[in-house]
Structure formats: structure tokens, C-alpha cells
Nanobody, 122 residues
């Protein structure tokens, strides 16, 4: 059974920080890439960040570069998204995904979590 379970979302004021976690189990653990996407109401799901853990390669959307950091704890099979300098435009439902290609397209990811809500107030 494949599971990706996100946690860490919540309500934060603009300029604040949050750290999201995604615990992987089952077949998701053996994938090469773990990523974060987000979806705001009325908008398409968009790429945020990805981490190819086998090579230590990261990728970020331009909108979050310099503010968000993706990392992974291999021992815990958990990927994190540290989000700093949050602004209201970051408000969205954040999803963890796992796959084998370091690409920004949702179709390239095999497994998805249920997501966690992040709300940034102005």
C-alpha cells in the first residue's frame, strides 16, 4: 500500500514561516523524486519544489525560490518543505507527490497525498 501523509499546515501571518512534512510508506519510498505541489481555489495545481534524493538535486518554482527549502530525512522516509517569508499568495492546499522524474508536471508523479492547507493572512 502506498501512502504519503502530509502534515504541518495551518494559519500564519504574512512574513511568517511553516514547515510541512510528508511521510512516505509503501512503494512511494522506492521512488527517486519527492515533490510538493499546491492548488489554490479556482486554480490549477502547480509545482512548488522537488528533490531527487539519490543525487541531491533540488528544483523550485520561481515564485518560491529563496523562500522555500525542500529536504528529506532518509531515515524517516520523510520530505520537508520549509516555507519562510510567506505571503497571502502562498495560500493553497499543499500536496506531496512521489515519482521518478524531476519534472514540474503533475502527470509525472505516481503517488499523491491528501494534502494540507496553508493559509497566510495579510
Amino acid at each position: 500500500q502506498v501512502q504519503l501523509v502530509e502534515s504541518g499546515g495551518g494559519l500564519v501571518q504574512a512574513g511568517g514561516s511553516l514547515r510541512l512534512s510528508c511521510a512516505a510508506s509503501g512503494r512511494a519510498v522506492s521512488t527517486s523524486v519527492m515533490a510538493w505541489f499546491r492548488q489554490a481555489p479556482g486554480k490549477e495545481r502547480e509545482f512548488v519544489a522537488a528533490f531527487m534524493w539519490s543525487r541531491g538535486i533540488t528544483a523550485y518554482a520561481d515564485s518560491v525560490k529563496g523562500r522555500f527549502t525542500i529536504s528529506r530525512d532518509n531515515a524517516k522516509n520523510t520530505v520537508y518543505l520549509q516555507m519562510n517569508s510567506l505571503n497571502p499568495e502562498d495560500t493553497a492546499h499543499y500536496y506531496c507527490a512521489a515519482g521518478d522524474l524531476l519534472r514540474p508536471r503533475t502527470s509525472d508523479y505516481l503517488y499523491w497525498g491528501q494534502g494540507t492547507q496553508v493559509t497566510v493572512s495579510s
